[in-house]
């Protein structure tokens, strides 16, 4: 019989390597949204334009928080709709 077979895991804890998840930190502690986030999905906003992404959409800032315009260009003026968020960032479309 292999050595193997005896060693049994109990709640989760393996005999070989007791660390087997990952360790937490101060993100898994905090949650995803806990973060009061400058945006709503659906809100119209003015946007001033700061740099573009590789993918070609427009990048501006609302207190430090990025959102990406699809359409917009480098130093324009925008309003635009938030469409989805994340906690690091956002994505919008310009409303005409």
Do not use: W
Not at 13 to 23: E, F, V
Not at 40 to 54: F, G, N, R
Request: aromatic fraction near 6%.
């Amino acid at each position: 019989m292999p050595y193997y077979t005896k060693l049994t895991c109990k709640r989760g804890r393996c005999k070989i390597s007791p660390k087997k998840r990952a360790p937490r930190n101060a993100k898994n502690k905090r949650g995803r949204f806990s973060v009061d986030l400058p945006v709503e999905i659906d809100q119209e906003i003015e946007l001033d334009v700061v740099d573009m992404s590789p993918n070609g959409e427009g990048i501006a800032k609302v207190k430090g928080y990025s959102v990406f315009i699809s359409g917009a260009k480098l130093g324009q003026h925008v309003k635009a709709r938030i469409t989805h968020l994340d906690s690091m960032c956002a994505d919008a479309v310009v409303v005409a």
